[in-house]
């Protein structure tokens, strides 16, 4: 069994895309399943075979400890990791060879409480990664590309397993894209678009950030997808499929 959780921020295409990937297995005869871990979520753009609201529910919370729709959230992803054990079981039981999770709407209440991070690192699966979603709307200038950088480099501090970044939604971004990877496979690249920032100040801040986190090994190679076009799926599924084969060749 091969676990991917799918992280980013609200918003940025974790739920289309979980389907897709969905898709792109059993059209290729592997038998993956899907995991909501999104308490809150209303509608899914496919039937969850494993759902945490089977366990957690929302509204009963609400009424049970008179909390507004804010607070009720919050304490459902605090509990996500206390229904671990039935999840485990129900994704045991189908025995897949993939298994999709889909996490949260809101990065902050997967990543950096204590239950994702809990979930994350005690459930049962030959291999496990992350892929953390870059939108692709919200990159629109290089300071914009850092900041979301720090980001996926904080949730991987927050949930110390593989990660793959991704970027979704390249449909929409057609003309920035040719950029955004440029910014993405060279460090050197994105600092000589941060020296024509406006804002030193914000320039020089970014510039640091990007030094140290290249150093720090946080080198941000992004695959561009579009989950309306299925545009660099091959390219996701290619990366997925290193990752799997590396966690074989350890364990042979
Ligand atoms: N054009 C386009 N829209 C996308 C893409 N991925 C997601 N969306 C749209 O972005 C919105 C948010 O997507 P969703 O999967 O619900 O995001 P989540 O909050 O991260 O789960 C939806 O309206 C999707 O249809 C994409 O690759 N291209
Ligand atoms: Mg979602």
Do not use: C
Not at 103 to 115: C, D, H, K, Y
């Amino acid at each position: 069994m091969n676990a991917i959780f799918i992280t980013g921020t609200a918003g940025s295409g974790k739920s289309l895309l979980t389907s897709r990937l969905l898709q792109w297995y059993v059209d290729r005869k592997s038998f993956p399943i899907s995991v909501n871990l999104d308490p809150g979520v209303v509608n899914l753009p496919y039937k969850p075979d494993v759902d945490v609201r089977d366990y957690i529910d929302i509204n009963t919370l609400m009424e049970t400890y008179d909390l507004g729709p804010n607070g009720s959230l919050i304490m459902a992803s605090d509990m996500i990791a206390t229904r671990l054990d039935e999840i485990q079981d129900e994704v045991n039981n189908l025995n897949p060879d993939y298994i999709l999770i889909d996490t949260p709407g809101q990065i902050e209440l997967f990543a950096f409480r204590a239950s994702g991070p809990y979930f994350v690192s005690n459930f049962q699966s030959d291999n496990k990664v992350t892929l953390f979603i870059y939108d692709g709307m919200l990159v629109s200038s290089p300071i914009n590309f850092v900041s979301i950088g720090l980001l996926a480099s904080s949730v991987r501090l927050r949930l110390k397993i593989a990660q793959i970044n991704i970027l979704t939604k390249r449909d929409l971004i057609v003309d920035k894209l040719r950029d955004i990877l440029k910014w993405s496979s060279s460090a050197l690249s994105l600092e000589s678009s941060l020296d024509n920032e406006k804002d030193a100040e914000y320039s020089l801040l970014s510039k640091d950030l990007v030094r140290s986190m290249s150093k720090g090994g946080f080198h941000q190679n992004l695959i561009a997808v579009s989950s309306m076009t299925l545009n660099g799926m091959v390219n996701l599924s290619a990366a997925l499929a290193r990752i799997v084969s590396q966690g074989e060749e350890i364990k042979d």
